[in-house]
């Protein structure tokens, strides 16, 4: 398995990612989840991903076996509030590997990569949310070295 960062002609097939990953989150709280149409959270997306390839600090890594891409993930430098040390961190927005491709090792390889890269750009500490009910992805997180900071709490009105 390869891991390298995306390029114009991976969007495609991290779109179809990204929307397998989005609407695998209904299940956890659909009021919460509930999206708009996809062609038009296919649109949005797309001018995310595509800003993402080309902002400095941002990056997109796809994990490939045998010219399929089978996972990928979205890492970017964030800034923090001035009053502390670390002015910045490493925020992973979007983690997802196809369904079939689960428990083979994609997701740490393609973490693995993340935290490199985030190393190189002098990032010592790195974020990202998680579903609480997400088990899968908290226990691959926690065997990360990951721990739980905050909690976010929801109300509907």
Known sequence: MLVRRAVREDLGRIQELWWELTASHLVFDPPFYAKRPKKECLKTARRWHTS?????????????????????LLGAVCKRPPIYLEAKHGMIYSLVVAERWRNRGVAKNLLKTAFSEFRKLKI??????????????????????????????????
């Not at 993402?52 to 990928?72: N, T």
């Not at 899968?136 to 990360?144: D, E, S, T, V, W």
């Open 52 to 72: 993402a390839l080309k902002k400095p600090g941002h990056f997109i890594l796809v994990a490939e076996d045998r010219h399929q891409i089978v996972g990928y």
């Open 124 to 157: 010592k500490l790195v974020v990202l949310n998680v579903d609480p009910k997400n088990r899968p992805g908290r226990k691959l997180y926690a065997g990360q070295g990951f721990r739980d900071r905050h909690v976010l709490v929801v109300k509907n009105l």
